[in-house]
């Protein structure tokens, strides 16, 4: 004969059974994604270096999204360069085929970028690395010294092309990014794209004084303070460097003067 608190333990199991526990279900691993620099179709090789800006906003506005894994600028600078892919043009699929595998992408953002002022229009197609295949292309064009609305346009569009379908919480961090990183028109974006091109061959102080003007015309942009602050800090260091060299240069002149 069962005891009163054995008794009571069976009827309590009977009257509340263990809770099921639903499994967490496994997060779909992140989409690994490269944005390569936008190539130049204005006609002017001035503007060569707004391809490295637009390519490194949309790097920035897109890194809060959660199911993707951005490929960073520097990163993907060091490899294309030790490669000479610079030399290429983006825009053809084989090339992006050949640049995504080398970085290590499973989606590559390819486009280019054309002007009849004072409107603009950019390209861009997302190229599955594994087959090659173009999955997805866009276009977005409109007024250049409305560049904040062109942006925002592209990037709806390259979410859309990765087949991204983002929460109503997704969507907000994304436009709180953008709002963040805002810069309004073009030519704003040609100083930071400029300090950019300077910034990847070293000449940081030649960087800082390109970002000058981006910053006095932005100087509210997240994008430009961190890239700023970066390249400033840069800048210092090489100036520390050389002033250090200069020393050890004037002290071992003074170790192999031979005595008078």
């Known amino acids: 004969m069962l005891r009163p608190a054995l008794l009571l333990c069976a009827v309590a199991t009977i009257a509340f059974p263990a809770r099921w526990t639903e499994p967490v279900p496994t997060p779909a691993p992140k989409k690994t994604v490269a944005i390569l620099y936008f190539d130049n179709y204005t006609g002017s090789s001035e503007n060569d270096p707004l391809g490295k800006g637009i390519s490194s906003m949309m790097i920035s506005d897109l890194s809060v999204v959660e199911e993707i894994q951005l490929v960073e600028r520097e990163r993907m600078q060091d490899l294309i360069k030790e ?21 290590g992408a499973q989606y590559v953002v390819v486009g280019s ?3 009849v002022k004072p409107q603009m229009r950019i390209d861009t197609r997302v190229v599955r690395v594994e087959t090659g295949e173009v999955v997805k292309t866009a ?7 409305k560049f904040f609305d062109l942006e925002q346009a592209l990037a709806s569009k390259l979410i859309d092309g990765l087949g991204l379908a983002l929460s109503p919480e997704e ?7 953008q709002k963040a990183n805002r810069i309004d028109n073009v030519s704003t974006m040609a100083s930071y794209s400029q300090a950019l091109a300077l910034f990847d061959q070293k000449d940081y102080p030649g ?15 997240m994008l430009l303070r961190v890239a700023y602050a970066d390249m400033k800090r840069r800048a210092g260091n090489t100036a520390a460097d050389m ?6 240069a004037g002290i071992g002149g003074l170790i192999r003067r031979p005595p008078r």
């Open 207 to 221: 960087a800082v004084v390109k970002m000058g003007p981006a910053v006095a015309a932005s100087p509210n942009s």
């Open 83 to 103: 490669s000479e892919l610079q030399h290429t043009k983006y825009f053809d699929s084989t090339t992006a085929v050949r640049t995504g595998r080398m970085i």
């Open 171 to 177: 969507q907000n961090k994304v436009a709180a990014q």
């Open 243 to 248: 002033a250090k060299d200069k020393i050890k």
């Open 113 to 115: 970028f054309a002007s």
């Open 139 to 145: 276009q977005v064009t409109g007024d250049q010294d």
